[in-house]
T-cell receptor, first 113, second 115 residues
Framework: DQQVKQNSPSLSVQEGRISILNCDYTNSMFDYFLWYKKYPAEGPTFLIS?????DKNEDGRFTVFLNKSAKHLSLHIVPSQPGDSAVYFCAASLSGSARQLTFGSGTQLTVLP | EPEVTQTPSHQVTQMGQEVILRCVPISNHLYFYWYRQILGQKVEFLVSFYNNEISEKSEIFDDQFSVERPDGSNFTLKIRSTKLEDSAMYFCASKKSDGGTNEQFFGPGTRLTVL
């Protein structure tokens, strides 16, 4: 069941440049989208989210863009820092009270100094 | 900053044994979740819990699994008779409320190894 897809398993970026991580989804009923960062042996850490009523949300160096017609979202990190090196997960949820998260498979971001 | 905690960090058990994984969610949160990640696979939803009852569960969460909030702070996942395929990282998460957002905050996980 591939409702949330991250097609790039890895991405390498030079320090100071922009990192763009992509995510596609198939279920048009998803109404809330989140990005999590995960280091080895730790749990996912919430980064940024966006509701389906918006197309952009910005928080410091992180910006998430949502294109509902294409069922696509992306996370931009600028400028990238070596400490950003981690696995980034896209997640989506349906409306409703409990709202379980459906995760993508993750993208390993490596920021090179 | 408040955080979700989980114990133990690593649990090794024999197939067929019962295990209990423990979580302390963030104190003013109302929704609680268990997810798991088998090595090399996606993070998968198991169960959500609100107002002292299960809200939703996935097909993974069969009769071998149960959850409980035995007191005002702990949230537990019990696996009655473990199988080899239950080996995974188990993550607890909590959420403050259902105010239109859905930020869930995750604990560090318990690595369960079934031999």
């Amino acid at each position: 069941d591939q409702q949330v897809k991250q097609n790039s398993p890895s991405l390498s970026v030079q320090e100071g440049r922009i990192s763009i991580l992509n995510c596609d989804y198939t279920n048009s009923m998803f109404d809330y989208f989140l990005w999590y960062k995960k280091y080895p042996a730790e749990g996912p850490t919430f980064l940024i989210s966006i509701s389906s009523i918006k197309d952009k949300n910005e928080d410091g160096r992180f910006t998430v863009f949502l294109n509902k017609s294409a069922k696509h979202l992306s996370l931009h990190i600028v400028p990238s820092q070596p400490g950003d090196s981690a696995v980034y997960f896209c997640a989506a949820s349906l409306s409703g009270s409990a709202r379980q998260l459906t995760f993508g498979s993750g993208t390993q971001l490596t920021v090179l100094p | 900053e408040p955080e979700v905690t989980q114990t133990p960090s690593h649990q090794v058990t024999q197939m067929g044994q019962e295990v209990i994984l423990r979580c302390v969610p963030i104190s003013n949160h109302l929704y609680f979740y268990w997810y798991r990640q088998i090595l090399g696979q996606k993070v998968e939803f198991l169960v959500s819990f609100y107002n002292n009852e299960i809200s939703e569960k996935s097909e993974i969460f069969d009769d071998q699994f149960s959850v409980e909030r035995p007191d005002g702070s702990n949230f537990t996942l019990k696996i009655r008779s473990t199988k080899l395929e239950d080996s995974a990282m188990y993550f607890c998460a909590s959420k403050k409320s259902d105010g239109g957002t859905n930020e869930q905050f995750f604990g560090p996980g318990t690595r369960l190894t079934v031999l």
